[in-house]
């Protein structure tokens, strides 16, 4: 896969900055959709014990989605929007992957309703196996 954006060029369109960045490439992306991926290191402060947390996987789907938003604003000469996680539904977490490994994460934009994005979102590893999934509700700050 081509990479649009990778490394220090991603914390441009998020909010998040090192150490707490979750995603470090941006692979494609258009109106309803985001392709992202992150290669785990081990002193990512989402590892324990050399294994990716639970909680790590959604902080990626989530930034992954701020990622798609922050894109997409400057793309049109706004300023990437600020979102908050407003739900999570139907959470599955399949497989925790290890540090090391590159997880590859896909948002769909599923629903926008004034300030609210409904989007899916799913991670998998290198082979194409599903490692977690959900639906994400994210509240965009207005300006």
Known sequence: ?????????????????????MVDKL????????????????ENM???NGVFQESGLVENMAQSTALFAGFLAKK???????GFIAGIKDLEIIRLPSA???I??????TNEVLEMQIVQAENRDSDDQLLGRCEMRIFIKPE
């Open 1 to 21: 896969m081509e990479t649009i954006l990778q490394g220090s060029e991603i914390t441009k369109y998020i909010p998040q900055q090192p150490p707490f960045v």
């Open 104 to 109: 590859f994460t896909k948002v769909e934009l």
């Open 46 to 48: 989402l590892v324990n």
């Open 76 to 82: 049109l000469g706004k300023t990437p929007p600020i």
């Open 100 to 102: 090391g490994e590159t």
């Open 27 to 42: 692979y494609t992306i258009n109106e309803k959709r985001i392709h992202t991926g992150l290669t785990i290191e081990v």
